[in-house]
């Protein structure tokens, strides 16, 4: 579905892949796998892409037809892929414009990003399982398994696995801008 909703943006705004992968500074070929369904894109990737657009990510997942009511199951889930130590995210909701609720596995030293990134949203995540750093407006918090934050994401921000043990983390965000 993500892959066809990029080559309908792409194709509305006359892009070929060539263009698009210049303006976004991606490979054509990484842009062709998505819009195939070979490929999960990375959130920064993703990031390119809406700017390039000039949108957002949660229009990227806009889904028109939506169910009013939603089950989401391991192994049917889209994902947003990451790159070696970054998180990938699994999505819990459709692409309804009003909730984004994301899940995360965190590897030992994994972060949500290179750098704290700031979106107007209001954002709270839960630690599941292990111990994750919520790094907030330059301040760090420690979530321990059970425990939650939540704070307005205009302040730039991440999520990092600075513990030797896995975790798990759910990160919910109205209105989805991640």
Avoid at 30 to 43: C, R, V, W, Y
Avoid at 97 to 116: I, N, Q
Wanted: net charge negative.
């Amino acid at each position: 579905m993500l892959g066809d909703q990029l080559r309908d943006l792409r194709q509305q705004h006359s892009f070929t892949l060539r263009q698009l992968a210049a303006a976004a500074d991606v490979s054509p070929a990484l842009l062709s796998q998505i819009e195939n369904g070979a490929t999960d894109p990375s959130l920064a990737t993703l990031r390119k892409l809406a700017k390039v657009f000039d949108t957002s990510i949660a229009a990227l997942f806009s889904e028109p037809d939506a169910p009013l009511v939603h089950i989401s199951r391991p192994g049917s889930r889209s994902r947003l892929a990451a790159p070696p130590g970054q998180i990938a995210y699994d999505r819990l909701t459709p692409g309804r414009g009003d909730l984004e609720v994301l899940e995360a596995e965190l590897a030992p030293g994994d972060a949500s990003s290179t750098e704290p990134w700031a979106h107007p949203s209001t954002e709270c995540a839960i630690a599941v399982t292990g111990e994750v750093v919520a790094e907030i407006g330059g301040e760090n918090y420690v979530l321990k398994t059970g425990e939650a934050i939540t704070f307005d994401s205009r302040l730039p921000h991440l999520y990092r696995n600075a513990s030797d043990q896995r975790a798990r983390l759910i990160i919910a965000v109205t209105p989805p801008t991640p």
